[in-house]
């Protein structure tokens, strides 16, 4: 069975521009989240989806949102890139998504904003 | 909202040598695991572990949820453990917070 899937791997963006980021979930898994992670540090939450309504919410401004479809993939959309969004953008996938199952993450898209 | 602590920040260990690491959080959870992160940003899941003690291998862990804490144990350990180890809570609102992760480095 395949893993969670994300795309793009490597991108380069420009300031000002805007970027979407797709996943894949496991196959079975209802619930995605995604993740913010900057050099060094360790994964921030940005946003919870399960069954295609957002459960929960990071403390990023309103320039990134996200979204889930009915089969479940996820896009996450980041407007007005800063250089400060460079970052490795990790999406996760759950059963449920309650907090009472093991979360598996895909490999990640690396932005570099420049 | 919840803060995760782990410690320590970083670690050099002989290969076979064993080695404790430790995670701190300050409120109720529903969720605690554990994973490892490799040079290539990939983060594999550990340990699904909100209470109780599990182990798989040459990795063990514990956590004692009424006092805050979990604890990963890793025995004779290898150069292929070496990376990062991250602890994650995941709270009653389902928020779930990273700490800053213990450097592991196993030298041969």
């Known amino acids: 069975d395949a893993g969670v899937t994300q795309s793009p791997t490597h991108l380069i963006k420009t300031r000002g521009q805007h970027v979407t980021l797709r996943c894949s979930p496991i196959?079975?898994?209802?619930?995605v989240s995604w993740y913010q992670q900057v050099l060094g540090q360790g994964p921030q939450f940005i946003f919870q989806y399960y069954e295609k309504e957002e459960r929960g919410r990071g403390n990023f401004p309103d320039r990134f949102s996200a979204r889930q479809f009915p089969n479940y993939s996820s896009e996450l959309n980041v407007n007005a890139l800063l250089l400060g969004d460079s970052a490795l953008y990790l999406c996760?996938?759950?059963?449920?998504?309650?907090?009472?199952?093991?979360?598996?993450f895909g490999e990640g898209s690396w932005l570099t904003v420049v | 909202g919840i803060q995760v602590e782990q410690s320590p920040p970083d670690l050099i260990l002989q290969e076979g040598a064993n080695s404790t690491l430790r995670c701190n959080f300050s409120d109720s959870v529903n969720n605690l695991q554990w994973f490892h992160q490799n040079p290539w940003g990939q983060l594999i899941n550990l340990f699904y572990i909100p209470s109780g003690t599990k182990q798989n291998g040459r990795l063990s862990a514990t956590t004692v949820a009424t006092e805050r804490y979990s604890l990963l144990y890793i025995s004779s350990s290898q150069t292929t453990d070496s990376g990062v180890y991250f602890c994650a809570a995941e709270t009653l609102d389902n928020d779930m917070r990273f700490g800053a992760g213990t450097r592991l480095t196993v030298k041969p």
């Open positions: 996760a996938s759950s059963l449920a998504g309650e907090g009472l199952d093991t979360i598996y």
């Open positions: 196959s079975g898994h209802k619930s």
